[in-house]
């Protein structure tokens, strides 16, 4: 996202009201954020939200709350769906619905017509077929650039590709705080480029890149782009057709609050589903599978990608918070996003500054998606600490607490708890 967009979304939403006149570091103060919040009321919508031995919920990003109407809605699938139709549901529904939760995805959040987004494997099964499918359809160029702050699936993945296909990895090292820049990226793609892969939202930095520029950059040098948009699908608007996007995969278990081990989308853009060929063939992925043909036929659209019986179960909450996110608005979810990283920012600096705990994130909202990591050489121990008394953030490598801000499920007092119970701590 460049920058006037970034500002034209932060206008265009609900500012979350002025705040009273307590103290700006007081937990008063807190309290009067969360009561001018507009977005405040729907914290009610998920369980656990009045639970007092979850005293902060800090990690909506690694694996979000559950919605009540998701616990009705898995409840009434087994009873009345799975139950009583049987096997009869696969007809009635079930073997359409990765398309169409993907195209739900694609107009509620992403900026995607219909037709390129399906839902199915994991994120990292997602990746490697799309990357296998990406470096096939650029046989003469023989590398792939990628960044060593990138998510430990992303590389591992691409490091199984290249050792298999023969290609060479380039790495990009951004900065520790930040994110891949346009003129790192410039530097690194040319003649032998055949896929650029990079996360929207970088998982421990929180930084948020410019996909419309770096898009174009791969572009130019002839190459394919994947973004990863695990960190940000469900918390900021994308806008993959118009931002030219090639291809994109995603998480639906953190800020789409589809539960533990919810199966990942997949984002391709109409105009390669022709040309790309993904490598497991399965027979959902097929033309026509229940003709129970010789050979494989891809299918035509994005059902080509993909490959066995697509994980019902797994689907159904995600369906929830998708709903949820199209009544309120993406621009609004990123709006509060903004007001809860910023918040969190004043506080660190007010607080935890002092005692020598780096910020390793972004300072300009405009670069920073739905969290903010900080660093303290004891903070493997602080967060053992926060956990035994109900103060959820997660710690990531080498020294991080990362603050993981779900816009309708996380208030400003939780972060004020937090913040205050690592102070204590340290
Ligand atoms: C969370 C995350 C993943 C997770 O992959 P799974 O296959 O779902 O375990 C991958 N990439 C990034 C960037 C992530 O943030």
New binding site residues.
């Given amino acids: 996202m460049n920058a006037d967009s970034a500002n034209d979304v932060a206008n265009a939403a609900p500012a979350p009201g002025n705040p009273g006149s307590s103290e700006p570091l007081s937990f008063d103060y807190a309290q009067e954020l969360d009561l001018a919040d507009p977005l405040q009321e729907h914290r009610d919508a998920f369980i656990g939200s009045d639970d007092p031995a979850l005293v902060a919920y800090l990690d909506g990003n690694?694996l979000g709350r559950p919605l009540q109407a998701s616990a009705d809605r898995i409840g009434s699938f087994i009873t009345e769906q799975w139950g009583s139709r049987l096997i009869r549901g696969w007809d009635e529904g079930w073997l359409t619905l990765p398309a169409r939760i993907g195209d739900d995805l694609g107009a509620v959040m992403l900026g995607a017509a219909p037709g390129q987004i399906t839902i199915g494997d994991?994120?990292?099964?997602?990746?490697y077929k799309l990357c296998r499918a990406a470096v096939a359809a650029r046989p003469d160029r023989r590398e792939i650039v990628l960044d060593t702050e990138?998510?430990p699936?992303?590389r591992f993945v691409l490091q199984g590709i290249a050792a298999e296909c023969g290609l060479e990895l380039r790495w990009i090292t951004p900065a520790y705080e930040g994110g891949v820049t346009a003129a790192e990226l410039e530097a690194a793609v040319g003649e032998h480029t055949a896929l650029v892969l990079l996360?929207h939202v970088a998982?421990r930095s929180g930084y948020l890149a410019d996909v419309p520029a770096l898009t174009e950059i791969a572009h130019r040098a002839g190459a394919l782009i994947l973004w990863?948009l695990?960190?940000s699908a469900g918390v900021l608007p994308s806008q993959l057709d118009n931002w030219q996007v090639d291809l994109a995969?995603g998480?639906t278990?953190?800020y789409l609050n589809g539960g533990p081990?919810s199966p990942?989308f997949a984002y391709v853009r109409r105009e390669h589903q022709e040309s790309l060929r993904q490598p497991i063939q399965g027979w959902l992925g097929s033309d026509d599978p229940f003709r129970m043909g010789e050979d494989y036929q891809p299918a035509a659209g994005i059902r080509a990608f993909t490959s066995g019986t697509p994980p019902i179960l797994g689907m159904l909450a995600l369906q929830d918070m998708i709903a949820l996110i199209e009544s309120v608005g993406i621009e609004a979810v990123r709006s509060k996003s903004i007001a809860l990283t910023d918040y969190a920012t004043d506080l660190y600096d007010g607080v935890l500054a002092p005692l020598g705990v780096q910020l390793a994130s972004p300072r300009d909202s405009q670069w920073r998606g739905g969290h903010i990591t900080l660093d303290h050489p004891s903070f493997r121990e602080v967060t053992a600490k926060l956990w035994e008394q109900g103060i959820i953030p997660d710690f990531r490598n080498p020294n991080g607490i990362r603050l993981g801000l779900s816009p309708l499920s996380t208030s400003f007092s939780e972060i004020w708890v937090g913040v205050d119970a690592i102070h204590q701590a340290l």
């Fill in positions: 690694s994991s994120t990292t099964v997602l990746l990138n998510f699936t992303d996360s998982y990863d695990c960190h995969v998480c278990y953190k081990g990942a």
